[in-house]
Nanobody
Framework: QVQLVESGGGLVQPGGSLRLSCAATGSIFVINAMGWYRQAPGKQRELVASITRSGSTNLADSVKGRFTISRDNAKNTLYLQMNTLKPEDAAVYYC????????????????WGQGTQVTVSS
């Protein structure tokens, strides 16, 4: 059974830093693209950052220069380093991955994590 397990969320002061992790667990054959999305109350879920298997990254304009997305393919783990956090960054952050694994060995499927809360407040 494939799952994406997120960790690292919490409460941080404005200007502070936080690192989110997302581990793909279970029987994994290969993970293609991965990404981080976030959703604030009353707002639509938005893409924050994405990364290909080879390491090519894209970040939303609102987080460029502050956030860094990375991955460790050997550990099937995705990271989001968040620096200089602002109150507008507060949201539930969701991990996303396209992968082959579990009972879907031959085709890619999209998986979502359960979400981890990031609160930015003084």
């Amino acid at each position: 059974q494939v799952q994406l397990v997120e960790s690292g969320g919490g409460l941080v002061q404005p200007g502070g830093s936080l690192r989110l992790s997302c581990a793909a667990t279970g029987s994994i054959f290969v993970i293609n693209a991965m990404g981080w999305y976030r959703q604030a109350p009353g707002k639509q879920r938005e893409l924050v950052a994405s990364i290909t298997r080879s390491g090519s990254t894209n970040l939303a304009d609102s987080v460029k220069g502050r956030f860094t997305i990375s991955r460790d393919n050997a550990k099937n783990t995705l990271y989001l380093q968040m620096n200089t956090l602002k109150p507008e960054d507060a949201a539930v952050y969701y991990c996303n991955a396209d992968l082959r694994g579990g009972e879907h060995y031959f085709t890619f499927r999209t998986y979502w994590g359960q979400g981890t809360q990031v609160t930015v407040s003084s």
